[in-house]
Nanobody
């Protein structure tokens, strides 16, 4: 079955960096667009970044976050720099076969999430 497993979350000070990884199995990885979403306590899940043949970012993350993928390793990454306390959330990776990559409805598969906490 399809599995998406995130890793790399943790506690970091404001201004710091983290790299999240998402290892995929059970799907033809290169055929899927991959996305990262995040969900803070009490808030809706929001789009962070997505990559198919090109990368797309939520406005608040442009210039700080970089999404990349390694199709040979079936892995997608999210490099996060200049982290802020408001970036604190559970980060989820997801796989999409198409549609609007900013919408959760476009994603068929989801990982379990990894916690990112940014202290001030």
């Amino acid at each position: 079955q399809v599995q998406l497993v995130e890793s790399g979350g943790g506690l970091v000070q404001a201004g710091g960096s983290l790299r999240l990884s998402c290892a995929a199995s059970g799907l033809a990885f290169s055929s899927y667009a991959m996305g990262w979403f995040r969900q803070a306590p009490g808030k809706e899940r929001e789009f962070a970044a997505a990559i198919s043949y090109s990368a797309n970012y939520a406005e608040s993350m442009k210039g700080r976050f970089t999404i990349s993928r390694d199709n040979a390793k079936n892995t997608v990454y999210l490099h996060m720099n200049s982290l802020k306390p408001e970036d604190t959330a559970v980060y989820y990776c997801a796989a999409s076969i198409g549609g609007s990559l900013g919408s959760t409805r476009s994603y068929a598969y989801w990982g379990q999430g990894t916690q990112v906490t940014v202290s001030s």
